[in-house]
């Protein structure tokens, strides 16, 4: 369960898009594929390996798809609960 959301965190390009949509909120590939310097299918890629770890959310509005931060996900990331998996005695 973890392994793939911490999988998809250590990547220095998903990093900078999830700095970029906290920085700026919901966007679609098309408009972050130039601040990424990215085509949009290799941005599509990272996005996706993002969303199926339930990092970010997606809604479609007509032909594009909005991408955003799922900030529940990233608070019960980088909670306390999670913390006790490597601290047993928290």
């Known amino acids: 369960m ?7 965190l250590a990547d220095k390009k998903r990093l900078q898009i999830m700095n970029i949509l906290t ?3 919901s966007m679609c ?3 972050l594929a ?3 310097d990215m085509t949009q299918s290799k941005l599509s890629y990272h996005l ?6 339930n990092i970010l959310t997606k ?3 007509g032909t594009w798809s909005y991408y955003n931060i799922n900030t529940e996900e990233i608070n019960h990331l980088l909670s306390h609960e999670l913390c006790c998996i490597f601290k047993p005695s928290c």
């Open 2 to 8: 973890y392994e793939s959301k911490f999988k998809a």
């Open 23 to 25: 920085q700026r909120g």
């Open 59 to 61: 809604e479609t509005r």
């Open 34 to 36: 130039p601040l990424m």
């Open 29 to 31: 590939v098309c408009d």
């Open 48 to 53: 996706k390996i993002l969303w199926d770890a």
